[in-house]
T-cell receptor, first 116, second 114 residues
């Protein structure tokens, strides 16, 4: 059974701190790993990672994938109260490239609270 | 542990067919959601429901309808399937009476429309 585990499950920090969120996985036929930020009713897409060791950046957020050790991290620097959200990690699986994935497994999320 | 199940993992339908995707959650959650996941587009909300017989349109409701006759069950209906509805469909539920971002996802249904 495919499994995605996120840690910590919740985290409270002060504005300006740097946080690192973790996502480890055990799946067959890995295709990609996705990070989402969930504040309201629909998660917002952040990153898609398919290759090891290549950091993706978007403003104060960055993420990297290690396909040998089967994990990814999401870093947020200089946190702001608007970063408070649940951060979801999901892994796409599938046998064939091109076209959609055959399955998608979500972790339980990390609930991040940024205190002013 | 919360369990959200979807009726099929894989489904192949022909253009014009009526398609039902079923989702069941076993934790008495108030809210249920249907999303589709497409490469490069992330998750997009189709419909959600915060109570039995209640439904709200999400971001991309066109071509879809939903039904929630019982609290634990939320069905997504494609009245006349089209090839652009080929996608991964994900159901989710959340516990709070008001919209909560603590959502639990099902395993997904990979729908192919030929």
């Amino acid at each position: 059974e495919d499994k995605v585990v996120q840690s910590p499950l919740s985290l409270v920090v002060h504005e300006g701190d740097t946080v690192t969120l973790n996502c480890s996985y055990e799946v067959t036929n890995f295709r990609s790993l996705l990070w989402y930020k969930q504040e309201k009713k629909a998660p917002t897409f952040l990153f898609m990672l398919t290759s090891s060791g290549i950091e993706k950046k978007s403003g104060r957020l960055s993420s990297i994938l290690d396909k040998k050790e089967l994990f990814s991290i999401l870093n947020i620097t200089a946190t702001q109260t608007g970063d408070s959200a649940v951060y979801l990690c999901a892994v796409e699986v599938g046998l064939y490239s091109g076209g959609g994935a055959d399955g998608l497994t979500f972790g339980k999320g990390t609930h991040l609270i940024i205190q002013p | 542990d919360v369990k959200v199940t979807q009726s099929s993992r894989y489904l192949v339908k022909r253009t014009g067919e009526k398609v039902f995707l079923e989702c069941v959650q076993d934790m008495d959650h108030e809210n249920m959601f249907w999303y589709r996941q497409d490469p490069g587009l992330g998750l997009r909300l189709i419909y959600f429901s915060y109570d039995v017989k209640m439904k709200e349109k999400g971001d991309i409701p066109e071509g879809y309808s939903v039904s929630r006759e019982k609290k634990e069950r939320f069905s997504l209906i494609l009245e006349s399937a089209s090839t652009n509805q080929t996608s991964m469909y994900l159901c989710a539920s959340s516990p709070d009476r008001f919209l909560s971002y603590e959502q639990y996802f099902g395993p997904g249904t990979r729908l192919t429309v030929t």
